[in-house]
């Protein structure tokens, strides 16, 4: 395309509240035959919320809900936020500041673990528990039906022992389901990763009208998928929204950030969806698509 027709793109792609950085992104956006899509933050809100606490031990659930807030006091994840602000409600704020962190670890894709007030803690999902020999009982059954209802179920052991289930759920974005159909009208591939467990993923994906998805994806592992993907010959967008997501949005043939997301997304991707809409997807593709038809 000539430099004068990018510009035009570039700017009525701006219009739509979608920045484009480079004017290659611009071109290669109308080639895209599959649209990888994070999920939390991306098609969901990513702003999680706790729904079920399940107590499974000697621990109610006030006291689980402050040692798993003073443990998640010290992470950045979402689910940790939704953690943090559960206590918060129920007035537990107190005694999460005066809780005593130390030793605190994240374990990527898996969780967190801590020493709180001379007790061991450590909150994450089921491959955690499994790998620190933590006995779930029966509750594997109770997480997945929670799980089948498109929550995220995470494990609370205190002290080596199961203490409870603590279940988030984080709405799909009310625009999603007509964004990605707009995409798979247009003939994209589109398929959703995401480091949650397979159960939710898949559910969360059957709201979203996706079929295909990669779940338990670890964090350093997302850009392996866009590969995979051009190697089946492929062109890929890769649309995210997480510090996880930068290395996979810099390989993909065009990457989109999520406006509201983190600052390393938004550096690493090629296009900014400025209104946090996955409308924005099929909008660039479409000035992508009439930029070039104005050239021939
Ligand atoms: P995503 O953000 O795509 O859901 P992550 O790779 O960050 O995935 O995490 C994968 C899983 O690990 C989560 O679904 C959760 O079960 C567990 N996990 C990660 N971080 C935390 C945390 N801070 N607290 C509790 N569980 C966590
Ligand atoms: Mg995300």
Known sequence: ATPMSVMVGVGKAAEAGVLIRNGEALQTASKITAMILDKTGTITLGAPKVTDVIIAGKYDEQTVLQLAATLESGSEHPLAMAIVESAQERNLQRDIETGKVSNFNAI??????????????????????????IDLGNFVEKAQVLAADAKTPMYFAIDNIFAAIIAVADPIKDDSIAAIKRLQHSGIRVVMLTGDNRDTAKAVANKAGITEFFAEVLPEEKSKKVQELQMQGEIVGMTGDGINDAPALAIANVGFAIGTGTDVAIES????????????????????KATLRNIK
């Open 108 to 133: 990527a894709g898996h969780g967190v673990e801590a020493e709180v007030d001379g007790k061991t803690l450590l909150f994450g999902n089921e491959k955690l528990m499994r790998e620190r020999g």
């Open 269 to 288: 991707a090629d296009i900014t969806l400025m209104r946090g809409s996955l409308h924005g997807l099929a909008d660039a593709i479409a000035v992508s």
